[in-house]
């Protein structure tokens, strides 16, 4: 198995240029899905990433009581309301019916509880026609099923890791990239598992990444993270590489923003980075 750190340089190769002649939507469209009475933030934190990574257009789609405020915070994203307070396969269909032409759909961040075979059934109808990245609440084992062989992006913790694959996960970094490779293979997904040293794996290659601060525990720049995999995606990377340079830039983005701001930033702060720390791998073609 091949096994290397994420630099900058292995980033730069794979991050795309953008077209001179490009118009809207050449660079790429996602969907997030996510949030609920409790968690507001999460899928508004989530889209922020996505938009700075680069792409052209993000939707929020989110329970209607939480639209109008998600609306208010920027002008930059395109807020669909769902009917449903909970992601029922009604909402999922009205969703697909409402966006159409999505390359990429983040689902998860906010979510909070959820019905399993709802989360299957979202899963389901949703991987045929865009590229996906699964995380927080929508990792549960009822996804995989539906989710197997489809190379979709799912950016656990350790807790999360544990939850979706019935895995304890060990202490040793070794062993915990060997199980989740193993995970990775026997699913046909690719893997992001997030921590001290983050671990991103397609079964046969294994990348690790170190690049980020000890300020990025706090809470929300996972859901950055997850929405820079999802922009990367959505301008036509593959999924293991959009995977890598995601957390390679997430982290680049948290050191900027620990570097001005010490070990006090917020999960707002490493998203306002995002575009700071990509602008090295910018090109034109």
Known sequence: MEEFEVDASR?????????RNAHKRMNGTVCVIGGSRLYHGAPFLCASGAMRSGVDLVYIAVPA???????ALSPDFIVVPLPDARLTRGNVSKL???VRAVDCYAVGPGLGPQRPADLASCVNRLKGG?????????LRPEVLVPVKGTSSVVTPHSGEFERLFGEK???DLSERASLAAKKAR???VIVLLKGP??????????????????????GGTGDVLTGVTAGLLARGMQPFEAACSAAYINGAAGKLAAEELGLHIVASDVANRIANAMKRFDSLS
């Open 169 to 171: 996960l060990p202490g």
């Open 130 to 138: 865009a590229k996906l990245v699964l995380d927080a609440d929508i």
């Open 186 to 188: 026997e699913w046909g």
């Open 11 to 19: 980033v730069a190769e794979w991050v795309p240029p953008k077209s």
């Open 65 to 71: 009581s939480i639209s109008v405020p998600i609306r």
């Open 197 to 218: 040293t983050d671990v991103i794996t397609d079964g046969s290659r294994t990348a690790l990444n170190n690049n980020h601060s000890p300020a990025m525990t706090v």
């Open 96 to 98: 697909a019916t409402w």
